[in-house]
């Protein structure tokens, strides 16, 4: 855990709570050292992460008559503590984890942001609870035994992430974003509740705001510009992040025209064709005057690092790009800076993916129960995934609130389940499916416009999963790196949400509208007109183009047969189906995706649960003995 704060370490152990906190010092360096307290001691915090509105907090406690002792912004918390009780998240603004220890009533609460970007995740053991930010802290304790989670791994093969409270190491859970949960002690150990003090919400259809264009990109460019003054507040320099898209892009030119100077940017060129988009942002850096520094990462440098990135990250990742955004964050630490300004949250809020965009077109044909829409997203899923039936379609989507655009894609990516997992791992899953797992509210959704219900799917499952744990935090922190989301500011989610859909996406095409209206007072036409591009990395090149040894390792009989979770003979007709190029474009994509998946997650299986699939080393807690199931009697609750 030392990656996730390099600067400060702090101690506090009291009778039944032992808090430990790593620091990567931004704010108050000199004397910012945590754990922090009320004014007598009787309220103690760590926190990971940063409240962007700590000065304005500050005024208003001083004014309130409390004392603060630090220039640290997380000092706040303990007061607000005092001010508001159990409801004091409701109060927070910014990107955090905490952990709030009440000596008086033995209360102890541990509580994450509204959109999930810092991680926290616990455990039950004994009479107590372990927590940390991530799951290697938990077992270095040795208080929970490595054990997978099979229903966990199954997420990583429905959502290619895991956006729920399940993980793959059974028995720890992530706190869920803009959940606090309470654990009170007593003499026969801990009462917990789970608290959600907050949940993205729309107006009802038809009651959506719906200004002029004048006022509403006034307003939009309002909240966004303060976003970024907020995020732009640190006693180190800020940097950003620059792909050449429009959202990175919009940050980056707001930022430098705010400072009234350019800022660093850093970007990634990757060398294979349909991937780079070097060129754009070097139109940007040119047109802001930002000092950029290019990295290129190929699908050598991605296959090199990933081993590293599942150990980042405690889990099987999908996603290739995760592994050039680490590399970029480590290019960012090298040059001497910890905090970069980042572009997520603007697809989910503004509606930029493209199966938003097919979903409300199969959706145009949909009147009431006459849903040839429905059928025709159906045959198309059918495609690829062959083995799913008409009513486990239904079934999934009675679980989600009926079709929601990414959950199209989730359905043609499925078809990996199927075709690979063994006969040990499905009676391991049994009945169970993994949309039952998301914690979604069906009955609200039913009263929002359907391009909203999509966007509330997307915002609690691909934004908290993937983009802001294996492509934003753990990849950053990995490199002790603070990634900054002003798209994920509270003013600018609250104002998105209430907007019409006809700002975020026009007719079919035409997505991010009121975004792109703002941008062009910013950017070159070139940037701010151009549809949405992902960043990508190559999957085929990395794994499966002259397969590497370690590839061979992972995905030979015998380690599959080692790990019980797929099946060999299937995996290996899929490579070679895959090397004959027997498969259409999109088709290939998603067999890559699905070989992906199983090398990550044997991958993950070597590293965590006893090794034996490869030749790397396991990964290492610190531990001179492996982690044992030993109940946590002295102390019910720790860090």
Same mark, same amino acid.
């Given at each position: 855990m030392f990656h996730r704060g390099p600067d400060e370490e702090g101690l506090v152990v009291e009778p039944g709570v032992g808090l430990i906190h790593r620091r990567l010092s931004i704010i108050g360096l000199g004397n910012g050292h945590q754990p922090l307290t009320n004014e007598d001691g009787s309220v103690i915090a760590i926190v990971n992460g940063e409240f962007f509105d700590h000065l304005e907090k500050r005024e208003w406690l001083e004014r309130r008559g409390h004392v603060l002792h630090t220039d640290s912004d997380c000092e706040i918390l303990a007061h607000l503590y005092e001010e508001y009780g159990q409801d004091f998240p409701q109060h927070l603004r910014g990107q955090f984890a905490f952990a709030l220890w009440d000596k008086r009533n033995r209360l102890l609460f541990l509580g994450r942001d509204r959109s999930g970007i810092l991680p926290l995740h616990w455990a039950r053991r004994g009479r107590g609870i372990v927590f940390a930010s991530e799951i290697k802290g938990i077992l270095a304790s040795?208080?929970?035994?490595?054990?997978?989670?099979?229903?966990?791994?199954?997420?990583?093969?429905?959502?290619? *992430? &895991?956006?729920?409270?399940?993980?793959?190491?059974?028995?720890?859970?992530?706190?869920?974003?803009?959940?606090? #949960?309470?654990?009170?002690?007593?003499?026969?150990?801990?009462?917990?509740?789970?608290?959600?003090?907050?949940?993205?919400?729309?107006?009802?259809?038809?009651?959506?705001?719906?200004?002029?264009?004048?006022?509403?990109?006034?307003?939009?460019?309002?909240?966004?510009? &303060?976003?970024?003054? &907020?995020?732009?507040?640190?006693?180190?320099?800020?940097?950003?992040?620059? %792909? $050449?898209?429009?959202?990175?892009?919009?940050?980056?030119?707001?930022?430098?025209?705010?400072?009234?100077?350019?800022?660093?940017?850093?970007?990634?060129?990757?060398?294979?064709? $349909?991937?780079?988009?070097?060129?754009?942002?070097?139109?940007?850096?040119?047109?802001?005057?930002?000092?950029?520094?290019?990295?290129?990462?190929?699908?050598?440098?991605?296959? =090199? %690092?990933?081993?590293?990135?599942?150990?980042?990250?405690? *889990?099987?990742?999908?996603?290739?790009?995760?592994?050039?955004?680490?590399?970029?964050?480590?290019?960012?630490?090298?040059?001497?800076?910890?905090?970069?300004?980042?572009?997520?949250?603007?697809?989910?809020?503004?509606?930029?993916?493209?199966? #938003?965009?097919?979903?409300?077109?199969?959706?145009?044909?949909?009147? $009431?129960?006459?849903?040839?829409?429905?059928?025709?997203?159906?045959?198309?899923?059918?495609?690829f995934n062959p083995h799913r039936t008409w009513e486990e379609a239904?079934?999934? =989507?009675?679980?989600?609130?009926?079709?929601?655009?990414?959950?199209?894609?989730?359905?043609?990516?499925?078809?990996?389940? &199927?075709?690979?997992?063994? $006969?040990?791992?499905?009676?391991?899953?049994?009945?169970?499916?993994?949309?039952?797992?998301?914690? #979604?509210?069906?009955?609200?959704?039913k009263r929002w416009d359907p391009l909203n219900q999509a966007l509330y799917f997307g915002f609690k499952t691909l934004l908290p999963g993937m983009l802001l744990c294996h492509k934003g935090d753990r990849v950053a922190m990995h490199n002790s790196v603070e990634t900054r989301y002003p798209f994920l500011d509270e003013d600018v989610i609250d104002f998105c949400c209430k907007l019409h859909p006809r700002w975020k996406l026009r007719g079919l095409l035409r997505d991010k509208v009121i975004l792109r209206h703002y941008a062009s007072h910013l950017l070159p036409e070139s940037i701010w007109r151009q549809p949405k591009q992902m960043f990508r990395a190559p999957l085929g090149n990395t794994f499966f183009s002259g397969a590497s040894k370690l590839t061979n390792q992972l995905l030979s009989e015998e380690s599959l047969r080692r790990s019980g979770l797929f099946h060999p003979k299937a995996v290996w007709a899929a490579r070679q189906t895959f090397s004959r190029g027997e498969l259409g474009p999109l088709q290939r994509v998603f067999v890559e995706m699905g070989l992906t998946a199983v090398i990550a997650t044997q991958l993950w299986h070597h590293k965590y649960l006893g090794g034996g699939l490869c030749d790397l080393p396991e990964a290492d807690f610190g531990l001179s003995d492996p982690p044992v199931s030993t109940p946590l009697e002295p102390c019910p609750a720790g860090a």
């Open positions: 040795g208080l929970v035994p490595t054990e997978p989670d099979h229903r966990g791994i199954d997420h990583i093969f429905t959502f290619f *992430a &895991q956006p729920a409270r399940r993980t793959c190491f059974r028995g720890i859970e992530s706190l869920l974003p803009a959940t606090m #949960l309470r654990a009170r002690l007593e003499p026969g150990g801990v009462d917990l509740r789970e608290i959600r003090y907050w949940d993205l919400a729309f107006p009802d259809r038809g009651n959506e705001y719906d200004p002029r264009p004048e006022q509403a990109v006034q307003e939009f460019g309002q909240h966004f510009e &303060q976003a970024i003054r &907020q995020r732009l507040r640190a006693d180190v320099p800020v940097v950003g992040y620059l %792909s $050449g898209g429009i959202d990175s892009s919009t940050i980056v030119a707001a930022a430098c025209r705010l400072r009234d100077e350019p800022i660093p940017a850093f970007s990634i060129r990757i060398p294979s064709p $349909g991937f780079d988009e070097a060129s754009k942002a070097r139109l940007v850096a040119r047109h802001t005057g930002a000092r950029m520094v290019e990295l290129t990462c190929d699908d050598r440098v991605v296959g =090199q %690092s990933f081993p590293e990135l599942v150990e980042a990250v405690d *889990a099987p990742v999908v996603d290739t790009a995760c592994a050039a955004i680490m590399n970029l964050s480590r290019t960012v630490r090298e040059h001497g800076y910890k905090v970069a300004l980042t572009g997520e949250g603007a697809d989910e809020l503004l509606a930029g993916y493209v199966w #938003l965009k097919v979903g409300r077109a199969l959706s145009c044909l949909d009147h $009431g129960r006459f849903r040839p829409g429905n059928l025709m997203r159906f045959l198309a899923l059918k495609m239904n079934e999934y =989507q009675h679980y989600i609130g009926g079709p929601q655009g990414i959950s199209d894609l989730y359905g043609m990516y499925g078809d990996a389940r &199927q075709r690979f997992f063994s $006969g040990a791992m499905w009676d391991q899953i049994g009945h169970h499916i993994a949309f039952e797992d998301l914690d #979604l509210n069906l009955e609200a959704m």
